[in-house]
């Protein structure tokens, strides 16, 4: 028997592979409709699940959307980081990377997922938490290296409002191109660099 | 008889009279409870109208609060801007007051409000490009008087992205005060003025 409030501790059995099947349902969804554009129910019949087996695990689509958000957030954190050999390099690959990402519908609408979240909301708080510090974790390693390499490095807060604030800041309002001078984004966060 | 389609026509009308009264309401449960911490009809019983007049005019809370943060918007760029002599002085002054914004469940909440918006629903995309119109065209003033006492200035989109964008951000994920180390933000956007 299974206790009821433990159910995430099987990751091999029937509600991991529910889990996966939903999460995959909502990316795709994302990619194909973009944010608004589909429902509980659309999500439930794309991963073959009862739509009541959706909001007993995750109570709204609002949550879905966040816990998937948060998930490829963490994922993001194993994958292979770009490794040009310069800080300067490494960012400006980053930089390009995010700006794709947020270019694309499934990007775009996991971060308006997280932005979306009530501030009063106390549990979700602590998953936007989860969310920008997989970002920044994935970050401070490409500072963290560059630090080994004797390169002078900004400081991770700096470095998030500098690079990743405008990315987000452009593609929320959309007066311009993602990636246009991703070059001077990153010189004005390297221009707040000092030798440790 | 009004026409069906034309009721915001008559601004001292009734139609006008409950706008007012549900906006005034809506500002009022935000500073209270913050967002989502209220719902449609808490809104209609402090403002003394039914709950059907607010979905038939607005036809969700979601809607509502947008229109409110827009509303909002404007009235700031009719407000007094901070006149100092100098620009970075008048930027001081108005991170100061936006942070000090930001950092009140009102603020927040009407962000969060534009923030959350669907990016399939071109109705309320078009609310969101004038609640950012509305500060930048704020802060344009701020730099065109700058320009005329011959002063160089940054471009209004890097001004946004470097001084904007960080409070935002800040604002959305709470790792740090809202206010902190304000004159390096206005320096950095200072760092990219150009005398024209």
Known sequence: ??????????????TARTGQAVHEAVRALLAERGQGGFTGRDVAERAGVHEATIYRRWGSLDTLLLDVAVTVSKLNEDSPLPDTGTLRGDLLAWAGAMAADLDRPEGLGLLRS?????????????????????????????????????EPVPELTTLLERLVA??????????????EGLPELVDNALAAAVRE
Request: charged share 30%.
């Open 166 to 179: 405008p990315l987000y800041f452009r593609a929320i309002f959309t007066y311009r191109q993602l990636d």
């Open 1 to 14: 028997m299974t206790h009821p409030s433990a159910p995430r501790k099987r990751p091999g059995g029937r």
């Open 114 to 150: 997280v932005l979306a979240v009530r501030a009063s909301d106390a549990d979700r708080s602590g998953q936007v938490t989860d969310f920008v510090y997989a970002r920044a974790a994935l970050i401070q390693r490409v500072l963290d290296r560059a630090r080994e390499r004797g």
